[in-house]
C-alpha cells in the first residue's frame, strides 16, 4: 500500500512522517483553541440546557441511528447551526440524531469550510 513521503517541516526544519505533528505546531495550535475558547461563551449561556438536554434525549429515543453512517446516534445536531437564534435552535426539523464520530469530523470540517 503506497504511503506519502516524509516532509520537511516548515516551523523546526525537520522531517516528520505523513500524519504526525510538530510539537511547536501542537504547541501552537493548542494555544489558539484555549484563545478561542477563553472567549466563547459556556454551554448552557448558548442554549444547552435542562430542557435541551431533556429534548435531545427524547428526539434520540425517537431516531436512534446516525442518519450520515448508521451507527447508533449519540447526540442531536443542528442541521443549520442557529448562532443563537432561539426559534431555529429549538426547530426539530433542524435537528438531525449523529454519531460522535459523524458529528466530530464530518459536520465539523463541512461547518469550517462554510465560515
Not at 21 to 33: D, G, H, I, N, W
Not at 56 to 81: M, Q, T, W
Not at 87 to 104: A, G, K, S, Y
Request: net charge positive; aromatic share 8%; proline share 5%.
Amino acid at each position: 500500500m503506497p504511503t506519502k513521503s516524509p516532509r520537511v517541516c516548515g516551523y523546526c526544519g525537520l522531517t516528520h512522517l505523513s500524519g504526525e505533528q510538530c510539537s511547536l505546531v501542537a504547541a501552537r495550535s493548542k494555544a489558539r483553541k484555549a484563545r478561542f475558547d477563553r472567549k466563547r461563551p459556556s454551554a448552557r449561556q448558548r442554549g444547552y440546557t435542562r430542557q435541551w438536554e431533556r429534548e435531545s434525549k427524547a428526539f434520540l429515543a425517537d431516531y436512534p441511528v446516525c442518519v450520515r453512517c448508521g451507527e447508533p446516534s449519540e447526540l442531536v445536531d443542528h442541521i443549520k447551526a442557529h448562532k443563537g437564534n432561539q426559534q431555529l435552535f429549538w426547530d426539530r426539523t433542524n435537528w438531525q440524531p449523529l454519531c460522535h464520530h459523524c458529528h466530530n469530523s464530518a459536520k465539523q470540517s463541512e461547518e469550517r469550510r462554510k465560515s
